[in-house]
């Protein structure tokens, strides 16, 4: 049986090698197929690496019920928070 070897590479290395992903054209999975690269490992890397900051209040939307509510305003109240990742929380409250 063949051993495995493993391929210890740093910060520098991934960045790398994601920028090599993002020219390439090629799904994440074909990427790692070609390049010998556990997905969970390429995907932890690519998320600890992201450059894309969070940018939070830019990316509110407005939304207009089509149906007012037919009770009277004051008696009507809704909130919903959803927190998915650390990064990410989406909240609703109308009143």
């Known amino acids: 049986m063949k051993k495995r070897t ?18 390439s054209g090629l799904t994440q999975e074909q ?6 690269l556990a997905p969970s490992t390429f995907a932890k890397w690519k998320s600890r690496l ?5 940018s939070g209040v830019d990316d509110f939307i407005d939304i207009t019920p089509m149906n007012p ?9 809704l909130e919903l928070t959803l927190s998915l990742v650390p990064r990410f929380q989406f909240s609703l409250k109308v009143a």
């Open 6 to 23: 493993r391929t210890c590479r740093s910060a520098n290395d991934w960045q790398a090698l994601l920028e090599t992903y993002h020219q």
């Open 31 to 36: 990427f790692c197929k070609q390049h010998q």
């Open 50 to 54: 992201s450059t894309e900051p969070f």
């Open 69 to 77: 509510p037919t009770a009277p305003v004051s008696d009507f109240r």
